[in-house]
T-cell receptor, first 113, second 110 residues
Framework: DADVTQTPRNRITKTGKRIMLECSQTKGHDRMYWYRQDPGLGLRLIYYSFDVKDINKGEISDGYSVSRQAQAKFSLSLESAIPNQTALYFC????????????FGSGTRLTVV | GQSLEQPSEVTAVEGAIVQINCTYQTSGFYGLSWYQQHDGGAPTFLSYNALDGLEETGRFSSFLSRSDSYGYLLLQELQMKDSASYFCAVDDTGFQKLVFGTGTRLLVSP
């Protein structure tokens, strides 16, 4: 099994619909992140969490919300999806004691029509 | 604002050496990381520099000059499998919150 698992892998949804992207990890890491990737724009941070009780906005949090249900689970929600939220979404984890390398999930490709 | 600049594309031949540069302007600086991403895949961590100088990991090396706000990734003995996108990323808070560059696509030809 993958260390960081994202579900679903692909999703097509309609404008205005609520959608949740899920991320779970078996690394035992405290820190979890949601990034979106758009062609030519690199990876941009949406939200991050350093432990279950800590949630922080990233640079592009508008239109998104998150929930840290447990140390191992971090979900991203789009309350009312719009077409410009079409992107590749990555969840990542890191651990302060194990260096600066993020472990990324395989990504969720979301299309809003 | 935060910005990390990288060339959009670099081409090279198998066996060659290629350098991918990254210049940054961020509100804080606690380290520079490099990630590799193959098409359709997830980014994977390559290297990290917190102090000035060169870090070597096999065929890959990474360099940092904090006074110049500049770093580079050096790939030696290029192989076809090195064709991928490479991203630099700055930890701007000291808490592993990374700001990523827009990426450099490396094309290795035979």
């Amino acid at each position: 099994d993958a260390d960081v698992t994202q579900t679903p892998r692909n999703r097509i949804t309609k404008t205005g619909k609520r959608i949740m992207l899920e991320c779970s990890q078996t690394k035992g890491h405290d820190r979890m992140y949601w990034y979106r990737q758009d062609p030519g724009l690199g990876l941009r941070l949406i939200y991050y969490s350093f432990d279950v009780k800590d949630i922080n906005k990233g640079e592009i949090s508008d239109g998104y919300s998150v929930s840290r249900q447990a140390q191992a689970k971090f979900s991203l929600s789009l309350e009312s999806a719009i077409p410009n939220q079409t992107a590749l979404y990555f969840c990542a984890t890191s651990d302060e004691m194990q260096g600066y390398g993020y472990t990324f999930g395989s990504g969720t490709r979301l299309t809003v029509v | 604002g935060q910005s990390l600049e990288q060339p959009s594309e670099v081409t090279a031949v198998e066996g060659a050496i290629v350098q991918i540069n990254c210049t940054y302007q961020t509100s804080g600086f606690y380290g520079l990381s490099w990630y590799q991403q193959h098409d359709g895949g997830a980014p994977t961590f390559l290297s990290y520099n917190a102090l000035d100088g060169l870090e070597e990991t096999g065929r890959f090396s990474s360099f940092l000059s904090r006074s110049d706000s500049y770093g580079y990734l050096l790939l030696q003995e290029l192989q076809m499998k090195d064709s991928a996108s490479y991203f630099c990323a700055v930890d701007d808070t000291g808490f592993q919150k990374l700001v990523f560059g827009t990426g450099t696509r490396l094309l290795v030809s035979p």
